[in-house]
């Protein structure tokens, strides 16, 4: 089992940058593929970024290709999400989730075994 909390959250203005980060607890961190969903008031929660099962892979949303980058340190049981060139779109509550167990699907949060309690990011125009 593993514990999630985000940080790093905040509001910026539309073009600004922030990066999130995701702490986990417990000796087992790196065994669990990381991903980060968002949800924005009135819509369901959508898949933002995630790593593959190995981790050697990274996935990302159309709507922040080229503009959101997934990392992790598994050293320090951490996951970041470096955001750049934020647009008042972006705007939601962002969260981190770990997946036990390969061969889900990482877009569908159905495959998240385990969820932070997220990070509100507000970007103005």
């Known amino acids: 089992q593993v514990q999630l909390v985000e940080s790093g959250g905040g509001l910026v203005q539309a073009g600004d940058s922030l990066r999130l980060s995701c702490a986990g607890s417990?000796?087992?961190?790196?065994?669990?593929?990381m991903g980060w969903f968002r949800q924005a008031p009135g819509k369901e929660r959508e898949f933002v970024a995630a790593?593959?099962?190995?981790?050697?892979?990274?996935y990302y949303a159309d709507s922040v290709k080229g503009r959101f980058t997934i990392s992790r340190d598994n050293a320090k049981n951490t996951v970041y999400l470096e955001m750049n060139s934020l647009k008042p779109e972006d705007t939601a509550v962002y969260y981190c989730?770990?997946?036990?167990?390969?061969?889900?699907?990482?877009?569908?949060?159905?495959?998240?075994?385990?969820w932070g309690q997220g990070t509100q990011v507000t970007v103005s125009s």
């Open positions: 989730a770990a997946r036990a167990v390969s061969g889900r699907p990482y877009i569908s949060s159905s495959s998240y075994d385990y």
């Open positions: 417990g000796r087992t961190f790196s065994s669990y593929a």
């Open positions: 790593f593959s099962w190995s981790g050697g892979s990274t």
